[in-house]
C-alpha cells in the first residue's frame, strides 16, 4: 500500500517500550517535544498499542490516514489509547460540540462546510488584507510606545481574535471578555487534560452555548452583513439546525483565532531563537510568503489529530476494525527526514516546503488562508523598516497541552 504521493507505507509493529514513549509523550509534555517525537518515529513509526490504537508518526502515513476514506470521525478523542482514557464529563461536553464539521463524515460534514465555506475562499480572505493590516499597525504602535511588551496578549491573541469576530458579526464589546473562555474550552481537545481544566472547560461551553444562542437570535431578528447573520437567515431547505449554528459558530470563533494565535507566538519565538533567519526576511521579504510555510512546519500550532476507522480495513499492514483509534502526531511528521532535508532545522529559504499543519483530506482547515494572510502580513511589518530589531528580554512561557501548541506570554522589546 502506498501513501497518495506514491511513498510505500511501513508495516505496523507493537512495542512496548515505544509505547510508553508515545504516552509519555502526552502525559508528560515537554518545552521541546520534537527529540521525543524522533524517538518514537525511530523505533515504531507505524505503532500498534496494546489497546488497537495506531500511531503514526511519519509524514507518509499521515498524509494517507488522514486522506482514507475508510477513516473519519467517532471516538477518537475519548482518551487516544492513554491510560484512564476520557472522563465522563469530558465525553459529554465533547459530545456537546459534536453537531460542527469537525467531528463530522459525509454528507454532514459536506453539508455544513459548504454552508460557511463561501467566507473562506482565497478570494474573500485576500479583500480582507486592508483591515488586517490596519489591525496589526495598530497592535506594533502599542508595543513600540512602550517599547515592547508581551506579543501574545498585545498582538499574537487580539489580532486573530477581532479578525474572525468581524467575520462572523461578534459586537467588539463582548470579543475579550468571553475570549477566556474560548482557550478553556479547547482543553477538551487536550486527551490528557486535567480534571480541573476539564471542570472548566465544560463550564465555559455551557456559557459559551448561551452566548451565541442569544447573538443567533438578535441576527434572526436584525440581520447585518456578516456570517452569522447569513446562517440565520438562509433558505429552510439549506439553513443549519439551531444546535448546528451554535456547534458552527463556536468552532468557527474558537479555531478562527486559537490555532493563529499559537501559529504567531511559535513564529516569533522561532525567529528571535534564529536571528540568522530573522536577518534573511528582512533582506529578502519576498521570503515571507513560503517562509510561513516552513514555520508551519517547523513548530506546527496543531500537533496532533485523530482519526476512527469507520469500516473494516487494510492499512499499513494490519487489519484495522471499525472503531480502533488512529493517532497521528503531526508536529513528527512535518519533522520527517524523508519529507525534508534537516528537518529539525529552521530554513525560511525552503521552497515550498510540504507540512500537514493544516490536516489533509476532507478536514483541511478551512481557515488555512486566513491564518497565512494574517502571519504574513504580521512578519512583513515586524520585520521592515520601521523596527531596527527585536529582542526577548526573557524568556517565553508554554501553554499547558500538546495538541495545540503555542505560548502563554512572549515578552519581547521593540526597538524602532
Given at each position: 500500500m502506498t501513501a497518495p504521493n506514491g511513498t510505500p507505507l511501513g508495516a505496523a509493529t507493537s512495542d512496548p517500550a515505544a509505547e510508553q514513549l508515545f504516552f509519555e509523550i502526552f502525559l508528560t509534555p515537554q518545552d521541546d517535544p520534537y527529540p521525543a517525537y524522533r524517538r518514537l518515529r525511530?523505533?515504531?513509526?507505524?505503532l500498534l498499542t496494546r489497546d488497537g490504537t495506531l500511531v503514526l508518526t511519519r509524514f507518509a502515513e499521515c498524509d494517507a490516514a488522514l486522506r482514507h476514506r475508510s477513516f473519519g470521525k467517532g471516538n477518537e478523542l475519548a482518551g487516544f489509547g492513554l491510560p484512564g482514557g476520557a472522563s465522563e464529563q469530558q465525553r459529554q461536553a465533547q459530545g456537546r460540540l459534536g453537531h460542527s464539521m469537525l467531528f463530522a463524515n459525509p454528507p454532514e460534514h459536506t453539508r455544513l462546510r459548504r454552508s460557511v465555506g463561501s467566507v473562506f475562499t482565497t478570494r474573500h480572505i485576500q479583500d480582507l488584507r486592508a483591515s488586517i493590516e490596519d489591525?496589526?499597525?495598530?497592535?506594533?504602535?502599542?508595543?513600540?510606545?512602550?517599547?515592547?511588551?508581551?506579543?501574545?496578549?498585545?498582538?499574537?491573541?487580539?489580532?486573530?481574535?477581532n479578525?474572525?469576530?468581524?467575520?462572523?458579526?461578534?459586537?467588539?464589546?463582548?470579543?475579550?471578555?468571553?475570549?477566556?473562555?474560548?482557550?478553556?474550552?479547547?482543553?477538551?481537545?487536550?486527551?490528557?487534560?486535567?480534571?480541573?481544566?476539564?471542570?472548566?472547560?465544560?463550564?465555559a461551553e455551557a456559557d459559551l452555548v448561551a452566548y451565541f444562542t442569544d447573538l443567533l437570535a438578535a441576527k434572526r431578528a436584525d440581520p447585518q452583513q456578516d456570517l452569522l447573520s447569513r446562517m440565520t437567515t438562509a433558505p429552510e431547505q439549506t439553513r443549519l439546525s439551531q444546535q448546528e449554528m451554535i456547534s458552527t459558530s463556536l468552532l468557527l470563533f474558537g479555531a478562527g483565532f486559537e490555532t493563529?494565535?499559537?501559529?504567531?507566538?511559535?513564529?516569533?519565538?522561532?525567529?528571535?531563537?534564529?536571528?540568522?533567519?530573522?536577518?534573511?526576511?528582512?533582506?529578502?521579504?519576498?521570503?515571507?510568503?513560503?517562509?510561513?510555510?516552513?514555520?508551519?512546519?517547523?513548530?506546527?500550532?496543531?500537533?496532533?489529530?485523530?482519526?476512527?476507522?469507520?469500516?473494516?480495513?487494510?492499512?499499513?499492514?494490519?487489519?484495522?476494525?471499525?472503531?480502533?483509534?488512529?493517532?497521528?502526531?503531526?508536529?513528527?511528521?512535518?519533522?520527517?527526514?524523508?519529507?525534508?532535508?534537516?528537518?529539525?532545522?529552521?530554513?525560511?529559504?525552503?521552497?515550498?516546503?510540504?507540512?500537514?499543519?493544516?490536516?489533509?483530506?476532507?478536514?483541511?482547515?478551512?481557515?488555512?488562508?486566513?491564518?497565512?494572510?494574517?502571519?504574513?502580513?504580521?512578519?512583513?511589518?515586524?520585520?521592515?523598516?520601521?523596527?531596527?530589531?527585536?529582542?526577548?528580554?526573557?524568556?517565553?512561557?508554554?501553554?499547558?497541552?500538546?495538541?495545540?501548541?503555542?505560548l502563554a506570554h512572549l515578552p519581547l522589546t521593540l526597538h524602532p
Open positions: 525511530e523505533a515504531a513509526p507505524v489591525r496589526t499597525r495598530t497592535h506594533l504602535g502599542q508595543l513600540a510606545r512602550r517599547s515592547g511588551g508581551d506579543f501574545v496578549d498585545t498582538l499574537a491573541l487580539p489580532l486573530p481574535v479578525v474572525i469576530a468581524d467575520l462572523l458579526g461578534v459586537p467588539e464589546a463582548d470579543r475579550m471578555a468571553f475570549t477566556p473562555k474560548v482557550r478553556s474550552m479547547i482543553a477538551l481537545l487536550e486527551p490528557a487534560a486535567d480534571p480541573e481544566a476539564i471542570t472548566a472547560a465544560a463550564a493563529t494565535t499559537n501559529l504567531l507566538s511559535n513564529t516569533l519565538h522561532a525567529l528571535l531563537d534564529h536571528p540568522d533567519q530573522q536577518a534573511a526576511l528582512r533582506a529578502d521579504p519576498a521570503l515571507i510568503p513560503t517562509a510561513v510555510e516552513e514555520f508551519l512546519r517547523y513548530d506546527s500550532p496543531v500537533q496532533v489529530d485523530a482519526r476512527t476507522v469507520l469500516h473494516d480495513t487494510d492499512f499499513a499492514g494490519t487489519h484495522l476494525k471499525a472503531g480502533q483509534v488512529i493517532v497521528m502526531l503531526l508536529g513528527a511528521a512535518n519533522h520527517d527526514p524523508d519529507l525534508v532535508e534537516q528537518p529539525d532545522t529552521l530554513d525560511v529559504t525552503r521552497p515550498q516546503p510540504a507540512h500537514l499543519s493544516f490536516a489533509s483530506g476532507i478536514h483541511f482547515c478551512l481557515g488555512a488562508h486566513l491564518a497565512r494572510l494574517e502571519t504574513q502580513i504580521v512578519l512583513e511589518q515586524l520585520l521592515g523598516p520601521a523596527y531596527l530589531a527585536i529582542t526577548r528580554p526573557m524568556p517565553p512561557r508554554r501553554r499547558p497541552g500538546i495538541a495545540l501548541r503555542g
